[in-house]
């Protein structure tokens, strides 16, 4: 299973991002598709989920309001679009592959992508 984070970089704090994780079909058709991001000097922690039939997602509260998750079939593609950034939003953004989407706990996952840089300045 290898996945593609994709989309990250430097955006002034207000600013929009759309970061994208591409897979196979089967994996997505297969999979609950997580976005985790790990802040410098933090753990990672659970962004969102959408599940592999794109029928459930989920936000963490922090995000809630200006983040949306999304899946593309044709693409094999899941975007996680990102408004009203903040400072704090800045962190390196993973994708990864679990089973259920409920709040994405890092244990739950298995394969992950490299990672994408996400830097929000003030």
């Known amino acids: 299973v290898q996945l593609q984070a994709s989309g990250g970089g430097l955006v002034q704090a207000g600013g929009s991002l759309r970061l994208s994780c591409t897979t196979s079909?089967?994996?997505?058709?297969?999979?609950?598709i997580g976005w985790f991001r790990q802040a410098p000097g933090k753990e990672r922690e659970g962004v969102s989920c959408?599940?592999?039939?794109?029928?459930?997602?989920y936000l963490v509260d922090s995000v809630k309001g200006r983040f949306t998750i999304s899946k593309d079939i044709a693409k094999n593609t899941v975007y996680l679009q990102m408004n009203s950034l903040k400072p704090e939003d800045t962190a390196v953004y993973y994708c990864?592959?679990?089973?259920?989407?409920?709040?994405?706990?890092?244990?739950?996952?298995?394969?992950w992508g490299q990672g994408t840089q996400v830097t929000v300045s003030s």
């Open positions: 990864a592959t679990g089973w259920r989407c409920d709040y994405p706990y890092e244990a739950e996952y298995s394969y």
């Open positions: 079909a089967a994996t997505l058709n297969f999979y609950t």
């Open positions: 959408i599940s592999n039939n794109g029928g459930r997602t």
